[in-house]
Each structure stands twice: as C-alpha cells, then as structure tokens.
C-alpha cells in the first residue's frame, strides 16, 4: 500500500521562502511528484524527482530523499499568486495510479 | 492551456440517477486516469485506461465505470448516484506508454457534480 502525509495548512508573507515537506511510505518507489491546484482549478504539474537531491527550477525547488521517504517543496519570494494547495504524489509499484497527499493549502499574505 | 478539456463544467443530479462526465485527452496521449475530488482533500484515484482497456483501479465501487474511445475521448460513468457522491470529478492524461511508464498527468478542470 501507499502513504502520503503532508501539512493540511501553512502561511507566509510575501517574499518569504516557505518549505513544504511530504513523507511517503510505498512499495516500489518511483518518484515523486509536485503539482499546484489554485481553487476551482485543475491541478498543473510542477516537479519530479526519481534520484536523491535538490531540483532547483527558477523560484520552485523540490527536494528528495528515498532513504527517508522524505521531500520538499521550496517556494521563494513568495507572491500573493503563490496561494494554492500543493499536492504530493507518487505512482504505485505497476505504474497505474497516481496516488496523491490530501495536499497543502498555503496562503500568502501581504 | 492544459488540452485536456472536460463537460460539462457543472452538473446537479439527484440521488439514485446515473451521471455521465467527458473528457478529452490531448492528442497522442495513451494514457487516461479519472479521480474524485472532495473539498480541501486530494485527488482520490478511480480508475486508469490505457489504449481502451482498465489497466488500474482505486477503492471505488462497481458503479463508477468508464470507457476510452481510440479518438482520445473518455467517459466516466457513475449510476445509482449517492450523496457523498458530490464531488470535483478531474480526468487527466499522459503520454506514457501504459503500465511503468512514470509520466506526469495533465489535468483538465474537471466536472463539479452535485447530487441532491
């Protein structure tokens, strides 16, 4: 089976760096997906990590680490359009479902 | 532009009638999977399919079926509908060559079904 935590809620202030973390336990990892959902939208995809380390990609870096069954999202200078819920994924073992974290709603405040 | 499009947007339904929702992927994509969405929750996966066939599928009952048509269209159906049916209905497509195939999903906006 497939678990995936994340933080229900965070804040920040504009031009801030908020980190959001994602904990997985899966058998037959493959990588690990980020995507972004503003309210009443579909949810556009934003990074992917399958090897160990820091994915950097203009303001939006992702982290990974297999060892812990861990990973980030890095958000810097944060700007009010950055208020969305993010959302942590990761394929099963046979690669037929995308199965995703309840997400992270993060709310930037001026 | 995501070029997966979704219809219709909105849909109010009783209980105990039968939905049908639709998607279409953008070209070449193989690849569709259909998730449920409740309010300030995740995608809940209901089923993938890969060139016309069910080749995954998540905790949800018999009564949510669905098709995919080699025009890349699909359809999700749901009968008896239920309550706690109400929900954003997200169709999504990739590229990937079917079953180990890692590909990130494009979304459409997906289909807001109340069911009263």
């Known amino acids: 089976g497939q678990n995936i935590d994340q933080p229900t809620e965070m804040t920040a202030t504009e031009g801030a760096i908020v980190q959001i973390n994602c904990t997985y336990q899966?058998?037959?990892?493959?990588?690990l997906f980020w995507y972004q959902q503003h309210a009443g939208e579909a949810p556009t995809f934003l990074s992917y990590?399958?090897?160990?380390g820091l994915e950097e990609k203009g303001r939006f870096s992702s982290f990974l680490s297999r060892s812990k069954g861990y990973s980030y999202l890095l958000l810097k200078e944060l700007q009010m359009k950055d208020s969305a819920s993010y959302l942590c994924?990761?394929?099963?073992?046979?690669?037929?479902?995308?199965?995703f974290g309840k997400g992270t709603t993060l709310s930037v405040s001026s | 532009e995501t070029g997966v499009t979704q219809s219709p947007t909105h849909l109010i339904k009783t209980r105990g009638q039968q939905v049908t929702l639709r998607c279409s992927s953008q070209?070449?994509?193989?690849?569709v999977s259909w998730y449920q969405q409740a309010l300030g929750q995740g995608p809940q996966f209901i089923f993938q399919?890969?060139?016309?066939?069910?080749?995954g599928r998540g905790n949800f009952p018999p009564r949510f079926s669905g098709l995919q048509f080699p025009n890349y269209s699909s359809e999700l159906n749901v009968n008896a509908l239920e309550l706690d049916d109400s929900a954003l209905y997200l169709c999504?497509?990739?590229?990937?060559?079917?079953?180990?195939?890692?590909?990130?999903?494009?979304f459409g906006n997906g289909t807001r079904l109340t069911v009263t």
């Open positions: 990590n399958v090897l160990d």
């Open positions: 070209s070449g994509h193989n690849t």
């Open positions: 399919y890969y060139r016309e066939e069910e080749n």
């Open positions: 899966t058998s037959g990892f493959n990588g």
């Open positions: 994924a990761t394929y099963n073992q046979a690669g037929t479902a995308l199965i």
């Open positions: 999504a497509s990739s590229p990937g060559q079917g079953p180990g195939e890692y590909s990130p999903l494009h």
